[in-house]
């Protein structure tokens, strides 16, 4: 499964689905809203998206990283738009393949190319009753942007 969509995430299927008996690595990754940012207090944050758009983006990040990690058994993506609350999915990632490296490497070029390329726009909505369009990498440090193809795990 590869999608956006508005509804919450149903994680609990999404894991299910990841096992693969040949998979020694099944991986999830869950990106949740946090209560600060910046030395803000966040009350909640909207993603936009052009559906379509972001949908066709989220594929080609998914066939690239499988296309480098053919390994790689199953990849599942989900990236929620419009209002969350603090402590919900905005994105969530399982990886499975016969062995951890490339399951590591793999979900860490999907998330990253995710915060890269595809046109999701976030909003944040501060205790204080201000708000604040953001970039999607805003709040990463910059060598959390910098994928490691050579780390062995």
């Not at 972001?54 to 480098?68: D, F, P, S």
């Not at 419009?82 to 499975?96: A, L, P, Q, R």
């Not at 190319?113 to 205790?127: A, G, Q, R, S, T």
Request: net charge negative; with cysteine; hydrophobic share 35%.
């Amino acid at each position: 499964m590869i999608s956006v969509t508005r509804e919450p995430i149903d994680t609990a299927t999404l894991d299910k689905n990841a096992v693969d008996p040949a998979c020694g690595a099944v991986l999830t990754f869950s990106g949740t809203v946090r209560n600060s940012h910046h030395h803000h207090l966040v009350k909640m944050l909207s993603y936009e998206a052009y559906e379509p758009m972001a949908q066709r983006e989220l594929e080609k990040v998914v066939a690239e990283c499988k296309r480098r990690w053919p390994d790689l058994r199953k990849v599942q993506v989900v990236h929620r738009f419009g209002k969350m609350d603090v402590t919900e999915s905005s994105v969530y990632i399982t990886v499975s393949s016969p062995h951890r490296g490339d399951a590591f490497v793999g979900l860490r070029y999907i998330i990253d190319n995710i915060k890269k390329d595809v046109p999701l726009w976030k909003k944040e909505f501060y205790e204080n009753g201000e708000s604040e369009w953001l970039h999607p990498e805003d709040g990463c440090s910059p060598d959390h942007l910098t994928l490691r193809e050579d780390v062995n795990v």
